[in-house]
């Protein structure tokens, strides 16, 4: 999942720092989806991402993230103003 995201919207460092281990097999990605009270339903998520600096800092928290426990990076569904 985050291989064709990156590919499609992410800039060319970015392309070229994440896909080729992603695709070598060196970084592995969960996805962070379902939340208390919403599941996957992506209409009723509560996570936020705000802008701090250059990042953003996130509030709220999943119920399920396959792959968590392998991952070294995630794919995370939050809210935003931006």
């Known amino acids: 999942m985050a291989g064709p995201l990156i590919m499609a919207y992410g800039t ?4 070229e720092r994440f896909l080729p281990r992603i695709l070598d097999g060196t970084e592995i990605w969960c996805l962070g989806y379902s939340e208390p009270g919403a599941g996957s339903d992506l209409a009723s998520i509560a996570t936020s991402a ?10 709220g928290r999943k ?19 931006n």
């Open 63 to 81: 119920i399920w993230t396959s792959h968590a426990h392998y991952a070294d990076r995630c794919v995370l569904l939050a809210k935003s103003s």
């Open 50 to 59: 705000v802008r701090d600096g250059d990042g953003y800092a996130i509030s």
């Open 12 to 15: 060319t460092a970015q392309r």
